[in-house]
């Protein structure tokens, strides 16, 4: 629909939070439409599956570039070639510049694997059981010019188990990036987000006052 917000999805790799992302667009009463996919990797397995959905999908491989400058202003013509109006990074592998960052401010969100902001970075399932953390979880973020920051728009948290290994904690995570992933773009595209003070204020925000307490005793 024309009033839909257009957004872009940039991936690098198997495009999980991509399928969820597609899943919640096609939903009648969901206020988004993905426009365009890209990625940076010709391999990603998320470009079969955009494929598949019949979105539109390139790749621009920054291997190609001899600068991140000129591989983010490929990327922007081509973002805006589309009429994106939102980025959601979904798996991109990509830091991105300060200038880029900043031309999409407020355009632009990630969905990172922990609480942040804690654990920011790579590892992150190996870190949080090596720390011993009871809870782990996941948080969709507008994007900043710092790695793994800026304003925090939804999270999800589960109890880190005893027998936990990465693989297991990951798996539990990624199920819920891909409720609130979607969860985040619902709320940008019916324009029920503000960002004050870089803290993010939500319109009729229900949050349960219910806490997550782990371990749980016999």
């Known amino acids: 629909m024309a009033d839909n917000l257009r957004v ?17 667009c096609a939903k009648n009463d969901f206020p988004a439409e993905i426009v365009r996919v890209i990625s940076n990797n010709e391999d990603a ?15 621009i491989n920054h291997r190609g570039f001899k600068n991140r400058t000129s591989f983010e202003e490929t990327l922007s013509a081509d973002l805006e070639e589309h009429g994106t109006e939102l980025i959601c990074l979904a798996g991109f592998m990509r830091l991105l510049t300060s200038g880029f960052v900043r031309y999409w401010h407020d355009r632009l969100i990630n969905i990172h694997p922990s609480l942040l902001p804690a654990f920011k970075g790579l590892n992150t399932h190996r870190r949080t059981i090596e720390e011993g953390v009871r809870v782990a979880g996941c948080t969709v973020h507008f994007v900043r010019a710092d790695m793994d920051a800026g304003p ?5 948290a589960v109890a880190v188990l005893p027998d936990d290994d990465e693989s297991t904690l990951a798996s ?18 019916s324009g029920r987000i503000k960002v004050i003070n870089e803290i993010v204020q939500i ?12 371990p749980k005793l016999n």
Not at 177 to 187: G, N, Q, S, T, W
Request: net charge negative; no cysteine; charged share 15%.
């Open 172 to 189: 539990r995570i990624l199920a819920q990036e891909h409720v609130i992933f979607p969860l985040a773009l619902r709320l940008i595209a």
């Open 203 to 214: 319109d009729g925000e229900l949050t349960s006052p219910d806490p997550l307490v782990s």
């Open 45 to 59: 397995f998320g470009l079969k599956i955009a494929q598949a959905a019949g979105l539109s999908t390139t790749v």
């Open 8 to 24: 872009a999805v940039l991936i690098s790799g198997r495009g999980t939070n991509l399928q969820a992302l597609i899943d919640a």
């Open 152 to 156: 925090i728009i939804a999270q999800a």
